[in-house]
């Protein structure tokens, strides 16, 4: 089970961080990930990192201003977003990648497991 925290509404500029907590420890081979869907569009991928090497990916619409980190001791996954934008408005999920190459990294159909989202409204 994956549970999101940390949405909310900021003002263009500003910054927020979510969090996600797994309910079992992510094993080595996994891959954890953001995904969002804004409103009226497609889920679309944000980034993810490599449980056990910390390697991080971005899409390119959110490079150099998310940072997606984890806390292996809390089995805890983290997003901070800075410089927040209108676009960037959309419900953000957190989701699992098992046994995830680097060739597939992000795919949404290879995901097992989704949390239930939280909202992040960002006004201009």
């Known amino acids: 089970q994956l549970v999101e925290s940390g949405g909310g509404l900021v003002q263009a500029g500003g910054s927020l961080r979510l969090s996600c907590i797994s309910s079992?420890?992510?094993?080595?081979?996994?891959?954890m990930a953001w995904f969002r869907q804004p409103p009226g569009k497609e889920r679309e991928f944000v980034a993810i990192?490599?449980?056990?090497?910390?390697?991080?990916y971005y899409a390119d619409s959110v490079k150099g201003r998310f940072t997606i980190s984890r806390d292996n001791s809390k089995n805890t996954l983290y997003l901070q977003m800075n410089s927040l934008k209108p676009e960037d408005t959309a419900v953000y999920y957190c989701a699992r990648q098992p046994r995830a190459i680097l060739s597939s990294l992000g795919r949404a159909d290879l995901i097992d497991r989704w949390g239930q989202g939280t909202q992040v409204t960002v006004s201009s």
């Open positions: 990192i490599r449980w056990s090497s910390g390697h991080t």
């Open positions: 079992r420890r992510p094993s080595s081979s996994d891959a």
